[in-house]
């Protein structure tokens, strides 16, 4: 007799959140189960086969501020949503990082008195160690950890945690050898991010960077990422407004950064996934000046990048609120391409600190054995 298809909803509030996701849905199956999906995401986590039944384009928010406006709408999806789950039980339940909401969530389904396992994947606050969001993982869900760092954390209080490793890992393996570029050329990965406030502070000056770094390598082009429609448009609207550049407009991250020689990447997941592809890099990010202050307030660390932040050196340079000028970055993204040697090196070192190469596989059948399979 056939196993009846296992039934895993999974919330999702961003791009990374909607890879990791996939990913681990797709090694889901891998392991043999036949898995049912469906869930709250967008187009990646769509072309994975789970089903949608709420969208959540425009969620992300840059920081506490830009996020207050949002929250009446996320309450009232997040309560539709612990109702719907309490009314028709999954045999699983997937959270991928998206601490705002999806903690919301967890608290909900569990005030209904649902008692479906809740995978919570990617806990928020890697490095914030916050013991009382710890607290409120671990009592509602089964918190599952990509870093050891937060492994730790939770251990340190006598929470329960597993961890496996960084699913990315299993993934992203290194590309080939590249050959140096040609003095005059090469070709750079512009990656702004998928929020619109990223998307409006970022991609000018990473095209004004483009533009400075033409005088010096005529010959260079870029390769441009959006992360889903809606940050194609605008992309294609900046690209409109001014001066031609050498510029091709793709539709993933991974795809940009395959082919290139050097990146300027937002800092998040996908300065990860160029470090494990061994693509020289440089980070940027730029808040609101309002929300930087909160975020000094809050956040005393060295390194906001996963690479600097798990090696605990700074392996990615980081260009962030005024430092991120075009010529800053420029000069950057120069040094990228000129000596990538050392900064190699270090994501080598990375790929070891992050876990084993079948951490996805280990994640995957965490889940099913929490599902009960």
């Known amino acids: 007799m056939t196993a009846a298809p296992l039934r895993v909803f999974v919330s999702t509030g961003e791009a990374s959140g909607e890879l990791l996701a996939a990913d681990l849905i797709g ?20 072309a994975a086969g789970v089903r949608l039944s709420q969208r959540s384009a425009g969620w992300a928010s840059m920081g506490p501020l830009d996020a207050v406006g949002k929250i009446p709408k996320l309450l009232a999806v997040a309560l539709r949503t612990a109702v719907a789950l309490r009314a028709h039980p999954r045999d699983l339940i997937v959270l991928v990082d998206f601490g705002a909401f999806n903690l919301r969530l967890a608290r909900m389904i569990r005030t209904l008195g649902s008692t479906t396992p809740i995978m919570y994947y990617f806990p928020p606050g890697a490095w914030l160690d916050n013991p009382g969001r710890a607290r409120s993982v671990a009592e509602l869900c089964d918190p599952v950890t990509a870093f050891a760092h937060q492994r730790d ?36 990965a512009l990656l702004p991010g998928s929020r619109p406030g990223e998307i409006a502070r970022h991609t ?25 429609s809606a940050a194609y448009a605008a992309f294609e609207e900046l690209l409109r407004l001014r001066s031609p550049l050498p510029v091709e407009l793709v539709r993933s991250a991974r795809e940009a950064l395959v082919s290139s020689d050097a990146a300027a990447v937002a800092s998040g997941t996908a300065v990860l996934e160029a470090a494990l592809l061994e693509v020289p890099l440089v980070a940027l990010y730029v808040l609101s000046e309002a929300t930087a202050k909160v975020a000094r307030r809050v956040y005393h660390r060295p390194y906001v990048t996963l690479p600097n932040l798990v090696l605990d050196e700074p392996v990615v340079p980081e260009l962030l609120q005024d430092d991120a000028t075009p010529q800053a970055l420029a000069d950057a993204l120069e040094r990228a391409l000129a000596a990538p040697d050392a900064q190699l090196a270090g994501f080598r070192r990375l790929r070891d600190a992050l876990g084993p190469p079948d951490a996805l596989e280990r994640c995957a059948r965490f889940a099913l054995r929490l599902a009960g399979r």
């Open 204 to 228: 000018p000056r990473l095209l004004n960077a483009l533009a400075l770094l033409r005088e010096r390598r005529p010959e260079i082009t870029a390769v441009l990422a959006a992360a889903d």
């Open 153 to 188: 954390f939770y251990q340190s209080l006598g929470l329960p945690i597993s961890y496996h490793g960084h699913p990315l890992v299993s993934t992203i393996p290194a590309r080939a050898p590249r050959p140096a570029p040609p003095a005059g050329g090469g070709v750079v």
């Open 27 to 46: 090694a889901m199956r891998t392991c043999g189960a036949n898995v049912d999906a469906d869930g709250i995401g967008g187009e990646r986590l769509e």
